[in-house]
């Protein structure tokens, strides 16, 4: 079955960097277009930072400039280097994998890694 499995989430202070790993299985991972998602506490989960097959990528203004999406389809893992964390970055980060199979598209979820930032 499809597992998405966060990690790298911790306590940092701000300015501080992290990089969380997302590891999947159950999938051809090179096929799935791969992406963060923050959800800040009471708030709704937000885009974060995306990548496609192709390695081309798309940020949310909030995280451009300061983190990377990368990945390793060898390793069938995706990556996010934060930079210049902000308390405002503190949250449960959630990977998102898409992906197609025969005509449809499928969507799986992450349990989340969380980050706390303090100022």
């Known amino acids: 079955q499809v597992q998405l499995v966060e990690s790298g989430g911790g306590l940092v202070q701000a300015g501080g960097s992290l990089r969380l790993s997302c590891t999947a299985s159950?999938?051809?991972?090179?096929?799935?277009?791969m992406s963060w998602a923050l959800q800040a506490p009471g708030k709704q989960r937000e885009f974060v930072a995306l990548i496609d097959r192709d390695g081309s990528s798309n940020y949310a203004d909030s995280a451009r400039g300061r983190f990377t999406i990368a990945r390793d389809n060898a390793k069938d893992t995706v990556y996010l280097q934060m930079n210049s964390l902000k308390p405002e970055d503190a949250g449960a980060y959630s990977c998102?994998?898409?992906?197609?199979?025969?005509?449809?598209?499928?969507?799986?979820w992450g349990q989340g890694t969380q980050v706390t930032v303090s100022s």
């Open positions: 998102k994998a898409q992906f197609p199979l025969g005509p449809n598209w499928y969507e799986y």
């Open positions: 159950g999938f051809t991972f090179s096929s799935a277009i």
